[in-house]
């Protein structure tokens, strides 16, 4: 449920303790259209100025496809994950392989990752 996953984290009261659930959690900011999360868990370094949820944007639902570290102990991991989602009347699908790292003990989403 969302108060079980990604609530407490939405509402700033808990920071996810992986690279999966920071990316679970910034799912769900854009399925609630909570721009504030986004821009929160941004790296500074990657961040855009400014952030925006298309709200045309339907997003159907998450696949975790693999992840590679990113665990309490970490500093840096991936998640490769795909995303469905609807947009002017056409199912879609985001796929990404996402890198994550820890910036002052907090899981940050760094951007795409390339290998």
């Known amino acids: 449920s969302l108060n079980e996953c990604c609530g407490p984290a939405l509402n ?7 690279a999966e659930t920071l990316m679970r ?10 721009e504030d999360h986004l ?3 941004w790296h500074p370094l990657t961040r855009p100025a400014e952030i925006s949820i298309d709200p045309e944007t339907r997003w159907m639902g998450l ?8 665990g309490p102990e ?23 392989v996402s890198e994550f790292a820890r910036r002052a003990k907090r899981w940050m989403y760094v951007g795409p990752a390339y290998e």
């Not at 696949?63 to 990113?70: I, L």
């Open 25 to 34: 959690s910034r799912y769900t900011a854009y399925v609630l259209g909570a």
């Open 63 to 70: 696949r975790v496809d693999s992840t590679v570290d990113g």
């Open 12 to 18: 700033n009261e808990t920071w996810p303790d992986t």
């Open 39 to 41: 821009f929160r868990t």
């Open 74 to 96: 970490d500093e840096h991991g991936i998640v490769e994950f795909t995303a469905a989602h609807v947009s002017e009347g056409r199912s879609l699908e985001l796929h990404e």
